[in-house]
């Protein structure tokens, strides 16, 4: 039986429930079908990937920070996977080694996303943004991006201007981890809608079918 294990509770869950048998809040033992769901929130702890925290980076949830990585080494245990959502998904990408641009513009709203199939409409609220640039080409898989820079900076603890990615990631997938990194916010949209639709088939060939 397949159960999605809800780590925090922000309603993303409905954007994937209907590919689980169970949708369930902090279970004491995670087993290795099991899937994480990390949702969004407060900015992760800079401290995380190596930064100081820059002036527009939130102060960070300790405790929040802590709790969610003990989850996560629990699911690489026992071979668990992880969805990241919004801040899980900058969790995702700073456990599994990348670091995350720690301001940046232009990704709050509607936008469009590209990907190998075409491109859609995704919802973001996000200020922050994955950058798993500094990983070995393998250790990551970029399935989704934005269709042109949107960003008018891009800014690291310092508050400096750091150079200009060669893409903003909106989905990753680091296969060694299992994890699938989601920018965007797909549960903000109809289970209908073309990013919750693509969203619902990487879970599908990367998770279940572990994809690579």
């Known amino acids: 039986m397949r159960r999605l294990i809800v780590v925090t509770d922000q309603g993303t869950a409905l954007a994937f429930s209907e590919l689980f048998d169970q949708v369930i809040e902090n279970p004491d033992k995670i087993e290795k079908d099991d899937v994480l769901l990390f949702e969004g929130g407060t900015d992760v702890d800079p401290e995380y990937y190596g930064e100081k925290r820059g ?4 102060f960070p949830n300790h405790d929040r920070d802590l709790r969610e990585k003990v989850f996560f080494i629990k699911a690489q245990k026992v071979g668990a996977a992880c969805i990241g959502v919004c801040r899980g998904s900058q969790f995702l ?13 232009g990704h709050c709203g509607t936008h469009s996303m590209l990907t190998a199939d075409g491109s859609m409409q995704v919802t973001s609220t996000h200020h922050q943004m994955c950058y798993p640039f500094n990983l070995f080409y393998n250790d990551y898989l970029i399935l989704g991006w934005a ?3 949107l960003s008018k900076y891009y800014h690291n603890g310092e508050n400096r201007h750091i150079a200009e990615p060669p893409v903003e990631p ?3 997938w680091y296969p060694k981890q299992r994890s699938l990194a989601i920018q965007g916010h797909p ?24 994809k690579s």
């Open 187 to 210: 549960e903000y949209l109809g289970q209908n809608d073309p990013f919750p639709v693509y969203c619902r088939e990487l879970v599908t060939s990367y998770i279940f079918g572990d």
């Open 55 to 58: 002036s527009r980076t939130q």
């Open 170 to 172: 909106e989905i990753i």
């Open 93 to 105: 990408t700073v456990m599994c080694g990348g670091k995350l641009v720690q301001d940046v513009s």
């Open 147 to 149: 269709r042109e820079h």
